[in-house]
């Protein structure tokens, strides 16, 4: 039961451009989601996260936003750099969980 | 200086045999997981310990039994070994664990072919 769910298994952006990542869940009880990024043949990197009590984070380049209605969160990178070509993580969870809940990943090439 | 390690990083072992993944962690961390990244690329918890006391264990074949001599070190030992546990294992550690909103830090992996 695939609870966490991206359906971009790639996405091809310009050096500069905006990159837009998706994510879905159908799990009510998440109240904590994190990115992470990951290069191959490394662990996955993270990135940046969200509590369910905000709709917006920022990091640098980095925001992630939030719907709860929607049960859907993003990731935008602004402006895309060739470095940021890797596979990107969507992870969700409950206070009381304490384990990570994946989707399948979305796989990011930034073109120069 | 490594903050989650893992050993071997890659292991190609026959059917049948018996193999251990190592896994230490240098942040001082009360938490750690083990994941399978299966064929289809999902990341699924295993495993998860905190202060060396089993706190989560998914549906797991018992060949596959995790260890804790410390809450420095996670480690898998795996029985019998099938085709189907062909995966990538990724360590992880996080500072509490369940009852808080934290990150979990990830190893490398360990690539693990069973022939």
């Known amino acids: 039961d695939q609870q966490v769910k991206q359906n971009s298994p790639s996405l091809s952006v310009q050096e500069g451009r905006i990159s837009i990542l998706n994510c879905d869940y159908t799990?009510?009880?998440?109240?904590?989601f994190l990115w992470y990024k990951k290069y191959p043949a490394e662990g996955p990197t993270f990135l940046i996260s969200?509590?369910?009590?905000?709709d917006k984070n920022e990091d640098g380049r980095f925001t992630v936003f939030l719907n709860k209605s929607a049960k859907h969160l993003s990731l935008h990178i602004v402006p895309s750099q060739p470095g940021d070509s890797a596979v990107y993580f969507c992870?969700?969870?409950?206070?009381?969980?304490?384990?990570?809940?994946f989707g399948a990943g979305t796989q990011v090439v930034v073109t120069p | 200086d490594t903050a989650v390690s893992q050993t071997p990083k890659y292991l190609v072992t026959q059917m049948g045999n018996d193999k251990s993944i190592k896994c230490e962690q240098n942040?001082?961390?009360?938490?750690m997981y083990w994941y399978k990244q299966d064929s289809k690329k999902f990341l699924k918890i295993m495993f998860s310990y905190n202060n060396k006391e089993l706190i989560i264990n998914e549906t797991v074949p018992n060949r596959f039994s995790p260890k804790s001599p410390d809450k420095a070190h996670l480690n898998l030992h795996i029985n019998s070994l099938e085709l189907g546990d062909s995966a990538v294992y990724f360590c992880?550690?996080?500072?509490?664990?369940?009852?808080?909103?934290?990150?979990?830090?990830f190893g490398p992996g360990t690539r693990l072919l069973v022939l």
């Open positions: 969200i509590s369910s009590i905000k």
């Open positions: 942040l001082g961390h009360d938490t």
């Open positions: 992870a969700a969870t409950t206070f009381s969980w304490g384990k990570l809940q």
């Open positions: 992880a550690s996080s500072p509490r664990g369940a009852g808080t909103q934290e990150t979990q830090y």
């Open positions: 799990n009510s009880m998440f109240d904590y």
